[in-house]
T-cell receptor, first 112, second 112 residues
Framework: SQKIEQNSEALNIQEGKTATLTCNYTNYSPAYLQWYRQDPGRGPVFLLLIRENEKEKRKERLKVTFDTTLKQSLFHITASQPADSATYLCALPNNAGNMLTFGGGTRLMVKP | EAQVTQNPRYLITVTGKKLTVTCSQNMNHEYMSWYRQDPGLGLRQIYYSMNVEVTDKGDVPEGYKVSRKEKRNFPLILESPSPNQTSLYFC???????????FGNGTRLTVT
């Protein structure tokens, strides 16, 4: 069965360090992968989309990599700030390409 | 301002009493979708719509109905709510099913 796995344990890091979150998937052949940020009680907010032919994508302090051989995406936040504290979700299209399925998310806590 | 608006934000109801959660978007998006979010289960898709009068089941459609009579509106209907439908519900829209999703702020439903 198709599965998207993100570390369910919270990631605690110190302000200024780089946070790295992992998204692993099985039985998917996604043409792209998306990352979202979700604050408590709010809807997810889109951050980045990376396509299967792109190894890396950057946006300001964010960087996403996509390894279709390892079936893994890494999401990096450099120079992290307490305001980056949130839950980060990865999402992939199903193999039919008509639905977006989300991982369980990883909660990031950045301490000052 | 581009947005997805859900109403109500909070709803407490009793088993069996029909209810509708409204969703409206002002971005002329073709694709709209409903998700529910539960602790430990993440975001799961209920129904989606690729265009007016075109709807399809997601991963957890049982107990729900939707309609798409106009492009901007995509209401979620619970004909006979049960306690296991207590959840946080999100409506989302996008230009197409391959595009990033814009989420509403959620509806927290409690069925007693």
């Amino acid at each position: 069965s198709q599965k998207i796995e993100q570390n369910s344990e919270a990631l605690n890091i110190q302000e200024g360090k780089t946070a790295t979150l992992t998204c692993n998937y099985t039985n998917y052949s996604p043409a792209y992968l998306q990352w979202y940020r979700q604050d408590p009680g709010r809807g997810p907010v889109f951050l980045l989309l990376i396509r299967e032919n792109e190894k890396e994508k950057r946006k300001e302090r964010l960087k996403v990599t996509f390894d279709t051989t390892l079936k893994q995406s890494l999401f990096h936040i450099t120079a992290s700030q307490p305001a980056d504290s949130a839950t980060y979700l990865c999402a992939l299209p199903n193999n039919a390409g008509n639905m977006l399925t989300f991982g369980g998310g990883t909660r990031l806590m950045v301490k000052p | 301002e581009a947005q997805v608006t859900q109403n109500p934000r909070y709803l407490i109801t009793v088993t069996g009493k029909k209810l509708t959660v409204t969703c409206s978007q002002n971005m002329n998006h073709e694709y709209m979708s409903w998700y529910r979010q539960d602790p430990g289960l993440g975001l799961r898709q209920i129904y989606y719509s690729m265009n007016v009068e075109v709807t399809d089941k997601g991963d957890v459609p049982e107990g729900y109905k939707v309609s798409r009579k106009e492009k901007r509106n995509f209401p979620l209907i619970l004909e006979s709510p049960s306690p296991n439908q207590t959840s946080l519900y999100f409506c989302a829209s996008s230009l197409g099913y391959n595009s990033p999703l814009h989420f509403g702020n959620g509806t927290r439903l409690t069925v007693t």
